[in-house]
Structures are given as C-alpha cells and as structure tokens.
C-alpha cells in the first residue's frame, strides 16, 4: 500500500533555532518526493522537489535529503523565523501516474 | 509563473443549496485539474481529477452527482457542490498540472475556498 507517514506531527521551536523534519514512504514505483509548506487556510506552496536521483535540495533556509534507498526524506530549516510556523507536507508521486500521496503534515510552530 | 487563483476564496451558504468553486490556471494550460478536500488538522484528500474536455475520474467514496466538476477550458475547471450539508463544510482546494509555463508532472495548487454550510 503506497503510505507516506511523517513526523514529528507537531513541533514547537524557539525563533533562530533549527530543526528537522522527517518522511517515510513506501510508495512503489516511486517518481518523486516534494516537500510543501502550507499556512493556515491557504494552499500548499512548493518548496522543493527531489526525483530518484537527487539526494539533497536547497531553497533558501530549507534543504531537503532522499535516501531513496531506505525510503526516506527529510526537510532541514535553518535558523528558523517566525513566518516559518505552518504546516510542512511530504508529498510522494508514483511513476506514471499524476497523483501524489501526501503525509499528513508536521505542524511547526515557531515562537519569540 | 504558473500561478492557480480559486473563487471565491470563503463561502457560507445555507443547508440544501448549491455552491460552485472556481478554479483557474493565469499563466498556463492545465492539461489536467485536481479537487481535493482538507478537514481541519488532516492532510489534502483527492477527490477527483479532470482532464480538459472529459469526464472527470472520482476517488472512492466520493458522490459524483454531489461533487459536479467541469472542465471545459484549459484553464478553468469547476467544482459544485450540490444540496450541501454541513458535513460538506471543508478547505476545498485544486491544483492543476501541465501547460507552457507548468512542468507536466508538477501540481501548482491554488489558495483554497473555505466552504461553511449552516
């Protein structure tokens, strides 16, 4: 059955501090691995995209691991801000198909 | 680029009637469209996908003649939300995939529509 399950599923952080969120899937044959970032009731925004070959990505403070041998993947913030509290969503897609399975989300919240 | 707007962004509407949400692709051609639905606290959940042109492909557990979705355009496709209930009240959100500017196999989602049924 094509899973992907995250963790932790809430986080609280001091502002400045880092910290890491992780993914685990068990989709099959699998495509690619995106990491969102969604704010309370908007849409989720990409923040990175990783295929089978790709083992780390940056976006500014973000940076993203596959290891797509032992199926996981994990989203790095660095020195993190207040703007950063959202919910941050591990997104899996299959080869050949158009649908994505997604986690259901690692609520960060980031306090002064 | 590759931006997906929705309308209206917040609904209330009254038990037993009927409320449409608009998706639109600004900058490129949406081959394919997707609704989801997302309660408070759970992640996105496929509801259906359309491709222009064609009858839309529902998930399991979804009503079709309750969840109309229309695609006529590359650019526009539509969600409506018949004899509402308050169970129906959600995040209602779609993405859309394909085009000039988007990557075939990229989904850029829109802001979502806030549905509230009293």
């Known amino acids: 059955k094509n899973q992907v399950e995250q963790s932790p599923q809430s986080l609280i952080i001091l502002e400045g501090k880092n910290c890491t969120l992780q993914?685990?899937?068990?989709?099959?044959?699998?495509?690619?691995l995106r990491w969102y970032k969604q704010d309370t009731g908007r849409g989720p925004v990409s923040l990175t995209i990783m295929t089978f070959s790709e083992n780390t990505k940056s976006n500014g403070r973000y940076t993203a691991t596959l290891d797509a041998d032992t199926k996981q993947s994990s989203l790095h913030i660095t020195a993190s801000q207040l703007s950063d509290s959202a919910s941050y969503i591990c997104v899996v897609s299959a080869s050949g198909a158009n649908n994505l399975f997604f986690g259901t989300g690692t609520r960060l919240t980031v306090i002064p | 680029g590759a931006v997906v707007s929705q309308h209206p962004s917040r609904v209330i509407c009254k038990s037993g009637t009927s409320v449409k949400i608009e998706c639109r692709s600004l900058d490129f051609q949406a081959t394919t469209m997707f609704w989801y639905r997302q309660f408070p606290k759970q992640s996105l959940m496929l509801m259906a996908t359309s491709n222009e042109g064609s009858k839309a492909t529902y998930e399991q557990g979804v009503e079709k003649d309750k969840f109309l979705i229309n695609h006529a355009s590359l650019t526009l496709s539509t969600l409506t939300v018949t004899s509402a209930h308050p169970e129906d009240s959600s995040f209602y959100i779609c993405s859309a995939s394909g085009g000039t500017s988007g990557s075939v196999y990229e989904q850029y989602f829109g802001p979502g529509t806030r549905l509230t049924v009293t």
């Open positions: 993914c685990n899937y068990t989709v099959s044959p699998f495509s690619n």
